[in-house]
T-cell receptor, first 116, second 115 residues
Framework: GAVVSQHPSWVICKSGTSVKIECRSLDFQATTMFWYRQFPKQSLMLMATSNEGSKATYEQGVEKDKFLINHASLTLSTLTVTSAHPEDSSFYIC????????????FGPGTRLTVT | AQSVTQLDSQVPVFEEAPVELRCNYSSSVSVYLFWYVQYPNQGLQLLLKYLSGSTLVKGINGFEAEFNKSQTSFHLRKPSVHISDTAEYFCAVSDRNSGYSTLTFGKGTMLLVSP
């Protein structure tokens, strides 16, 4: 149980275009979803937290107009990187937590974004 | 606010040897404690967690960790490692009273197991 999927697993896009990453909880209702960014050989950096049906809460320094997060249902959240630039290239990981999570999050497999 | 310190960025060890990965945390509130493992180009997988009760927690793949409140530590141990244990290990904490389950991660420890 507690499986989280991400799609796509990797994507290459041209500078200036937008790309959408999907995060789905397959077997539980995710009341809260998290989006992280991870640079090579570094820890996860929390970008934003979203609750179903509410606007996402962004961490300091994260541009909310550039990284659009939508949490439309209890099983789906999307991250759209708008007008992507090479410096946005990174590994993006989502996680999900249920109502009685007691701190535990279930992580997706990650999406490798390369902007050329 | 919480913080997590993983004292070793890299731990080399020979196969079948024991290993301990250290984790210390700082928090003004009670916390839940977690260890996650990340294999290359993959997401994080939960190894074990401490929520309450016995301070010795057993997880998957033969790993265990002990919560020490007085030393604010949650070190991860395995009595005999395998090559397949080579991965990045992250210690994390979460505020017990937080409704959002936000995790604070350490910087990670790379476990390198060689034959």
């Amino acid at each position: 149980g507690a499986v989280v999927s991400q799609h796509p697993s990797w994507v290459i896009c041209k500078s200036g275009t937008s790309v959408k990453i999907e995060c789905r909880s397959l077997d539980f209702q995710a009341t809260t979803m998290f989006w992280y960014r991870q640079f090579p050989k570094q820890s996860l950096m929390l970008m934003a937290t979203s609750n179903e049906g509410s606007k996402a809460t962004y961490e300091q320094g994260v541009e909310k107009d550039k990284f659009l997060i939508n949490h439309a249902s209890l099983t789906l959240s999307t991250l759209t990187v708008t007008s992507a630039h090479p410096e946005d290239s990174s590994f993006y990981i989502c996680s999900a937590a249920g109502r009685l999570a007691m701190g535990e999050q279930y992580f997706g497999p990650g999406t490798r974004l390369t902007v050329t | 606010a919480q913080s997590v310190t993983q004292l070793d960025s890299q731990v080399p060890v020979f196969e079948e040897a024991p290993v301990e990965l250290r984790c210390n945390y700082s928090s003004s509130v009670s916390v839940y404690l977690f260890w996650y493992v990340q294999y290359p180009n993959q997401g994080l997988q939960l190894l074990l967690k401490y929520l309450s009760g016995s301070t010795l927690v057993k997880g998957i793949n033969g790993f265990e960790a002990e919560f020490n409140k007085s030393q604010t530590s949650f070190h991860l141990r395995k009595p005999s490692v395998h090559i397949s244990d080579t991965a990045e290990y992250f210690c994390a904490v979460s505020d017990r009273n937080s409704g959002y389950s936000t995790l604070t991660f350490g910087k990670g420890t790379m476990l390198l197991v060689s034959p």
